[in-house]
């Protein structure tokens, strides 16, 4: 049973750019979470995914960032125009159901540096 | 606003000895508490979690302590090994939605 698949697990962009990172789920989970990793801080909460549904989007930056969990296919965390200030550690998680189901696996991480 | 406080940012500990980290949380409806360890480069990995049923839970040489009066947990690594060195994170979540992580800890055994 693979674990949660995030690819690339590395990526440069330029001031500007778009970025776009993806998240499969484990098998027979259908809830993601994104985070943000900060050097030398925890994870950030940002969105809360279920297939085709945004449930949870309350710590998303406002502006340039997106994210969606089709009905087929893996969830894709989309920052617009990056800035140097996108770079960090994204992750994604993925679980079971929710209350007392909502045991979180993570993925590897990607690691997005702004140039 | 940080919803987890954990202690200390970071930790060197002798081989064979025990290594403890501690979270603080405010927040009375959180009713799940689990700690990941993450390797540098790696995804947090779940270590071990509890729920305020229980003041305790051990899995081999990791145990977590709960006090629900104070607002703690902690968790005690016993027969620290140097393949244990690793970044600590505790977090909070109160059945919904959102998991509410502490800073980390930067663990390190020592041989």
């Known amino acids: 049973n693979a674990g949660v698949m995030q690819n690339p697990r590395h990526l440069v962009r330029r001031r500007g750019q778009e970025a776009r990172l993806r998240c499969s789920p484990m098998k027979g989970h259908s809830h993601v979470y994104w985070y943000r990793q900060l050097p030398e801080e925890g994870l950030k909460f940002m969105v809360y995914l279920q297939k085709e549904n945004i449930i949870d989007e309350s710590g998303m930056p406002k502006e340039r960032f997106s994210a969606e969990f089709p009905k087929e296919g893996p969830s894709i965390l989309r920052i617009q125009q990056v800035v140097r200030g996108d770079s960090a550690a994204y992750f994604c998680a993925s679980s079971p159901g929710t209350g007392t189901k909502n045991i979180q696996y993570f993925g590897a991480g990607t690691r997005l540096s702004v140039l | 606003q940080q919803q987890v406080k954990q202690s200390p940012q970071s930790l060197i500990v002798q081989k064979g000895g025990i290594s403890i980290i501690n979270c603080a949380y405010e927040?009375?409806?959180?009713?799940?508490f689990p700690w990941y360890q993450q390797f540098p480069g790696k995804g947090p990995a779940l270590l071990i979690a509890?729920?305020?049923?229980?003041s305790e839970k051990k899995e081999g040489r990791f145990t977590i302590s709960f006090n629900k009066s104070a607002k703690q947990f902690s968790l005690h690594i016993m027969d620290s090994q140097p393949g244990d060195s690793a970044t600590y994170f505790c977090?909070?979540?109160?059945?919904?939605?959102?998991?509410?992580f502490g800073t980390g800890t930067s663990l390190t055994v020592i041989p």
């Open positions: 509890i729920r305020p049923d229980v």
């Open positions: 927040n009375t409806a959180f009713d799940y």
């Open positions: 977090a909070a979540s109160d059945s919904g939605n959102q998991f509410y």
